[in-house]
């Protein structure tokens, strides 16, 4: 279970902000379900926030490369 788990984790970051953002909302939607076990919420709030990681990875790293642009442009 634990290799499964972090073969998740790394295919988790190899996706593009689309992707995880859309992941990210499947998650959030399926959470919002009244038919959830807490087991299954516990997992899908932990999928949940590796998706929101990812995203604010992505977004920091084109922030990033944006600086280093704007620097080396002007």
Do not use: H, P
């Not at 995880?20 to 009244?34: D, N, P, V, Y």
């Not at 899908?44 to 992505?58: G, K, T």
């Amino acid at each position: 279970m634990a290799d499964n788990q972090a073969q998740w984790l790394e295919d988790v970051q190899n996706l593009s902000f689309n992707e995880a953002r859309t992941a990210l909302e499947l998650a959030m939607a399926q959470l919002q379900s009244s038919e959830l076990e807490v087991e299954q919420m516990a997992d899908l709030y932990r999928r949940a926030e590796a998706y929101a990681d990812r995203c604010q990875a992505v977004l920091e790293s084109v922030e990033q490369n944006v600086i280093e642009w704007e620097a080396t442009a002007g």
